[in-house]
Each structure stands twice: as structure tokens, then as C-alpha cells.
């Protein structure tokens, strides 16, 4: 396995997505706000990078669309850096419409794959999405600046848990033997 011979960096990388989820939820509003300077940081630099393609690809027929979309980064970037509380209000409105589609979506796979085992477990999962983005817009805007900085700290904590179960499976699996 190809991880075997580095599992350790994987774990140390579990480890501390646990401790900076478990940061994140002690103080989901600093959290919140990290986040969405992080968001606008990444907004702007897409926003320079796509701008300066769009000058060098001028002869293309399109490029002043292609700019103009680097320029709607650019405002949206720097709005978000201007007013935090203001992008982590919208970025909870993004969340909670991407839990219900995503919720209905599994819900939809749960049915067309309803024959197979497992199939009540998709649906459950479906089901808790649209439930969690219902919530999350029935408490908008008041719970916006937490809620982002909770969600990634569970976020975290999984990806951590993840890591980890996958760090100590590779540490204690055996080498393939070719036959």
C-alpha cells in the first residue's frame, strides 16, 4: 500500500484537523469569521489570476466575458473582506441551500436504489440534510455567524476521524505480494 510507509504524516494530519475542529467548535463565531476572511482571500486571488488571463488571452473572442467574471470575484472578494459578518450571513444562505438540494438529491438516489440494502441509510442521510438546511434557514440570519464556524468544526472532526481510521489502516497492512 502506498501509504504504509507514511502513515505517520497522515495521522499527525488527523490529529490536528481534530484539534482545530474542536478549536472551531469551542469558538464557532471566531471560526465563522476566519472562515470567510479565508473565503474572501481566495475570492480575490481568483479574481487577480483571472483577471491577468483574461489580458493575456485578449485576441480570444471571449475574453472580456472571461474578465468580466474575474471582476465579479474581485467585488465579491472584497465585500467579503469588508464586511465579515455580512459573508458569513451569505456564505450560511449558501450552506443551507446546498444541504437541502443535497439532501433531496440522496433522497431521490434513495429511491430509485430502494431494492438494495443499505438503501434506508441514503435515505436517512437525505432526509437529515433537507431537515439541517431547513434549520439553518429557519434561524437565518440569527444563527449565520455561528453556524459556519460549528459545521466546520464537525467538518473537521470527521475529516479528522477519517485520516486517522486511514492512517492506522495502511500502518497495519500488510504488503501485497505479487503473484
Not at 5 to 26: D, K, N, T, Y
Not at 57 to 71: D, E, I, T
Request: charged share 5%; with cysteine.
Amino acid at each position: 500500500m502506498v501509504l504504509r510507509p507514511r502513515w505517520g504524516w497522515l495521522f499527525a494530519l488527523s490529529i490536528m484537523q481534530i484539534i482545530a475542529g474542536c478549536v472551531a467548535i469551542a469558538s464557532p463565531i471566531i471560526a465563522s469569521l476566519a472562515a470567510v476572511a479565508i473565503f474572501g482571500a481566495v475570492l480575490i486571488l481568483t479574481a487577480t489570476l483571472q483577471l491577468i488571463h483574461a489580458f493575456k488571452v485578449r485576441a480570444w473572442p471571449r475574453s472580456a466575458w472571461y474578465g468580466l467574471g474575474g471582476a465579479l470575484y474581485a467585488i465579491a472578494g472584497l465585500m467579503t473582506a469588508q464586511n465579515p459578518i455580512g459573508g458569513a450571513i451569505a456564505l450560511a444562505v449558501l450552506i443551507a441551500v446546498l444541504l437541502i438540494a443535497d439532501g433531496v438529491l440522496r433522497i431521490m438516489f434513495a429511491m430509485a436504489a430502494r431494492p438494495i440494502s443499505g438503501w434506508g441509510w441514503l435515505m436517512s442521510a437525505g432526509i437529515g440534510s433537507v431537515v439541517a438546511g431547513a434549520f439553518l434557514l429557519i434561524g437565518w440570519p440569527a444563527d449565520a455567524l455561528w453556524i459556519v464556524g460549528l459545521l466546520l468544526g464537525i467538518n473537521l472532526i470527521l475529516t479528522g476521524v477519517m485520516y486517522a481510521a486511514l492512517a492506522l489502516g495502511a500502518r497495519s497492512s500488510r504488503p501485497a505480494v505479487a503473484t
